[in-house]
Structure formats: structure tokens, C-alpha cells
T-cell receptor, first 109, second 114 residues
């Protein structure tokens, strides 16, 4: 079974709107990372948040982590058509990184 | 561009055959991890190698095996292919053996088993 569960499974928004994706996990983690994947190609690392951090920003990305609720969220502000992709959270503990099933984001121009 | 390359890009095999997929990590990255991604799913961890030794494995049978070489290249071998092995296979490299390191992914090899 997968550690991270993303919600929603799919999201369709207009260009300029914000997109929020959520991830829940089951066991303790060292850190949580978010990746983007375009159309079945390689994954691109977006941001890493450590278990002792609560919020991180990178450009138009904002990630939060709530270890008491075992959940994280990824916010993409002012979305662009180029943000259309699948987004995955990946939970890291020990030597393993376990991915969720992903959120498919479609940004309409 | 992550500096991680994989070959071949696409591959078609028949059930029962064996396949070898290759990955070239970023220079200086001592860890390589392999993942299987079925259509519409997230990547599933197969195993991880650090300095040519396997140091972590997911829920995959022994017919999935690997090798890592000193020149930052690695292989994923799958014996006795099954239809369900059809997937995108991704390798990722990182500097140390710690899973807390950022992983840099290659573009993947798409394997189709007929």
C-alpha cells in the first residue's frame, strides 16, 4: 500500500487561479517531498519539507506540513497552463521513499 | 535536465523473457534507486543501491535484481517477465544513502510486455 494519499485525484482550474493539493500519510516520516511529472516522463523535484518544519515557500509554491494530522498541502498560486501535470507527494522514512497516487492538475488557458 | 539518463527509452518484450534497463547517475551521486510506475499510479519503490550494495528493497520478488557500478551507472534486471511488469521504470540518484536527500530522476524506460 502507498504511504501518501493525494486529494483530489484530479483538479481542473482556470489560468490565474490557485490550485491546492493535499496529501495524507500513515506513519512517521523524516521529510515529505513534492514532485511534478509531465505526461508519463521523469519526475521533477519541487520542494522538500522536513518533519520539524511547518511551512516552506519556493516561488509560486507553498507547502505546509502538519505532523499531528499526518498531512501536507501544496499550493500553486497564479497557475499557468504550463503547470498542467501530475503532482505527487513522497514520504521518506529510513531508506525508503514512498509515493502517493498523485493529483492530476489541468490548467485551462 | 537532472543529469540522470536512462536507456532504452522504450522496450517491447514477450512474457517469460528477461530484460536489462540501464541508468547513468549524476557524477558524485553514490545512491541509485529504482521505481516502477504503472499507468495512472505513483512510482513504487523497487530497491536502492549505495556504493554497489543493495541497502533497501520494496515489495518486489527476487526476479527483480540490480547492479551498481563504480562509474555511476546501474542496471535493473527483470527475469521471467509477466504482463503486469509493463510499466515506466524510473531511476533516481542522490548524493548519500539517506532517503532524506533530494532524488534526481531520469526520464524513464517504458517497458511493454506482450
Amino acid at each position: 500500500s502507498q504511504q501518501g494519499e493525494e486529494d483530489p485525484q484530479a483538479l481542473s482550474i482556470q489560468e490565474g487561479e490557485n490550485a491546492t493539493m493535499n496529501c495524507s500519510y500513515k506513519t512517521s516520516i523524516n521529510n515529505l517531498q513534492w514532485y511534478r511529472q509531465n505526461s508519463g516522463r521523469g519526475l521533477v523535484h519541487l520542494i522538500l519539507i522536513r518533519s520539524n518544519e511547518r511551512e516552506k515557500h519556493s516561488g509560486r509554491l507553498r507547502v505546509t506540513l502538519d505532523t499531528s494530522k499526518k498531512s501536507s498541502s501544496l499550493l500553486i498560486t497564479a497557475s499557468r497552463a504550463a503547470d498542467t501535470a501530475s503532482y505527487f507527494c513522497a514520504c521518506t522514512g529510513g531508506f525508503k521513499t514512498i509515493f502517493g497516487a498523485g493529483t492530476r492538475l489541468f490548467v485551462k488557458a | 535536465e537532472t543529469g540522470v539518463t536512462q536507456s532504452p527509452t522504450h522496450l517491447i518484450k514477450t512474457r517469460g523473457q528477461q530484460v536489462t534497463l540501464r541508468c547513468s547517475s549524476q557524477s558524485g551521486h553514490n545512491t541509485v534507486s529504482w521505481y516502477q510506475q504503472a499507468l495512472g499510479q505513483g512510482p513504487q519503490f523497487i530497491f536502492q543501491y549505495y556504493r554497489e550494495e543493495e541497502n533497501g528493497r520494496g515489495n518486489f520478488p527476487p526476479r527483480f535484481s540490480g547492479l551498481q557500478f563504480p562509474n555511476y551507472s546501474s542496471e535493473l534486471n527483470v527475469n521471467a517477465l509477466e504482463l503486469d511488469d509493463s510499466a515506466l521504470y524510473l531511476c533516481a540518484s542522490s548524493e548519500t544513502e539517506l532517503a532524506t536527500d533530494t532524488q534526481y530522476f531520469g526520464p524513464g524506460t517504458r517497458l511493454t510486455v506482450l
